[in-house]
């Protein structure tokens, strides 16, 4: 079982719409989840963090955590055609280690 | 905006060459990391540093090594490239205290012929 899992896509969506990215994790000690948004050829821009159980909304951006089911989630409302790209999930491992671990990334393709 | 810097941005160079990716960031963390990325996969963890003279492998098998002599630099060399070196190699660092946020530079991409 990878530590990091997402769905790889294509999630297509037409302009305007919510598109919702989900992830989840092995490591039930995780502490710190984040979305990072990667552009073809381009190096990964963080968008979302997110520490605790709920939501977290930043402009069009809702960061959703559950950590029972060990699942995060992403959404993003009235999608753009600027938003397509591929959405990696990373998690931050328990207080030991500090470096990211990363899912494969969703594909998200937003038509206009 | 992130100030961290990787050069060269492309490389192609020929089987048995040596060759050192340089990452460079001007914002004082002490925390850095190289990732590895193939078309279409997910970022792999090859090497970190939590300070000067501090360094680990990562998750991933790396051939490659680093080193930290000064906060600000952390250059990762192959002593000898080989074709399945061919990759993106992606620098990323962050503060310990305060923000959690980590940067990444803009990339390397490598081709190894």
């Known amino acids: 079982q990878k530590e990091v899992e997402q769905n790889s896509g294509p999630l297509s969506v037409p302009e305007g719409a919510i598109a919702s990215l989900n992830c989840t994790y092995s490591?039930?000690?995780?502490?710190?989840f984040f979305w990072y948004r990667q552009y073809s050829g381009k190096s990964p821009e963080l968008i979302m963090s997110?520490?605790?159980?709920g939501d977290k909304e930043d402009g069009r951006f809702t960061a959703q955590l559950n950590k029972a089911s060990q699942y995060v989630s992403l959404l993003i409302r009235d999608s753009q055609p600027s938003d397509s790209a591929t959405y990696l999930c990373?998690?931050?491992?328990?207080?030991?280690?500090?470096?990211?671990?990363f899912g494969k990334g969703t594909t998200l393709s937003v038509s206009s | 905006e992130a100030d961290i810097y990787q050069t060269p941005r492309y490389l192609v160079i020929g089987t048995g060459k040596k060759i050192t990716l340089e990452c460079s960031q001007t914002?004082?963390?002490?925390?850095m990391y190289w990732y590895q990325q193939d078309p279409g996969m997910e970022l792999h963890l090859i090497h970190y540093?939590?300070?000067?003279?501090?360094?680990e492998k990562g998750d991933l098998s790396s051939e490659s090594t680093v080193s930290r002599i000064r906060t600000e630099h952390f250059p990762l060399t192959l002593e000898s490239a080989r074709p399945s070196h061919t990759s993106q190699y992606l620098c990323?660092?962050?503060?310990?205290?305060?923000?959690?946020?980590?940067?990444f530079g803009p990339g390397t991409r490598l081709t190894v012929l």
């Open positions: 997110i520490y605790s159980n």
């Open positions: 990323a660092s962050r503060t310990s205290g305060g923000s959690d946020t980590q940067y």
């Open positions: 490591d039930r000690g995780s502490q710190s």
């Open positions: 990373a998690v931050r491992r328990n207080q030991a280690g500090t470096a990211l671990i």
């Open positions: 914002m004082g963390h002490d925390k």
């Open positions: 540093s939590y300070g000067v003279n501090s360094t």
